[in-house]
């Protein structure tokens, strides 16, 4: 018992942290981080490009793999896209522009994102919720502009 700090030596017997179950649960075990909807890299020659033109102006232009949104891509790459409700299509927080060539190759907004795309700061035409883009080979390319600003509505009672 030695090798325990002198306030652990005391600890009663019957103590469910007595010195020997303190000793038979040493073991520890680690797991990889987790984070909110990791996606993996793309496999070579499978990347779609995606460039972000953020809230200064700068562009940056990051690799994702197909079938990974762009809220998602944001996330993975830290580019300041909120995305409060986690993809849910209950907030208009990873709201974005997508460049108007793009805006055609994309499936129909459903009513639910339109709802909330109703809620976005700085509505354009070709406006988007970034966790409803799901990328494709024919995205390619795509040219997303995030909003200067947010609209996080949150109801309290």
């Known amino acids: 018992m030695a090798f325990l700090r002198p306030h652990l030596q ?85 709201h974005v522009v997508v460049e108007p060539s793009y805006y055609d190759k994309l499936e129909e907004p459903t009513d639910e994102e339109n709802d909330m795309l109703d809620l976005a700061f700085g509505l354009e035409e070709t406006s988007r919720l970034g966790c409803q883009v799901e990328l494709s080979k024919d995205l390619d390319g795509i040219t997303v502009k995030l909003p200067s600003a947010t609209r996080n509505m949150q109801f309290k009672n």
């Open 10 to 94: 005391s600890i009663h017997p019957q103590s469910p942290f007595s010195a020997s179950s303190i000793n038979q649960c040493r073991n520890l075990t680690t797991t990889h981080t987790l984070r909110h909807k990791h996606i993996d890299k793309p496999a070579a020659g499978e990347e779609i490009r995606v460039t972000f033109i953020l809230q200064n102006g700068k562009k940056q232009t990051v690799d994702a793999p197909k079938g990974a949104s762009i809220l998602d891509v944001a996330h993975e790459n830290d580019i300041d896209l909120e995305g409060a409700c986690e993809g849910s299509v209950a907030c208009s927080t990873c």
